[in-house]
């Protein structure tokens, strides 16, 4: 006959909340918007000497 062996966890799960994923996202999503609008007042103005 099968036997289960049950074993537990060798490190007990922590039970401190985690930090949310949307912190992280929107800093990300911030930081690469100021990028992409400097690029476009860059090539809106015609700053060549950046690009080449």
Same mark, same amino acid.
């Given at each position: %006959?099968?036997?289960?062996?049950?074993?537990?966890? #060798?490190?007990? +799960? *922590?039970?401190?909340?985690?930090?949310?994923?949307?912190?992280?996202?929107? #800093? &990300?999503?911030?930081?690469?918007?100021?990028? +992409?609008? &400097? *690029? +476009?007042?860059? %090539? &809106?103005?015609?700053?060549?000497?950046?690009?080449?």
């Amino acid at each position: %006959m099968p036997t289960v062996i049950r074993t537990r966890p #060798s490190a007990p +799960l *922590s039970r401190a909340p985690q930090k949310s994923d949307n912190e992280q996202s929107a #800093s &990300i999503a911030l930081f690469c918007g100021i990028g +992409l609008l &400097i *690029s +476009l007042v860059a %090539m &809106i103005f015609g700053e060549q000497g950046a690009w080449h």
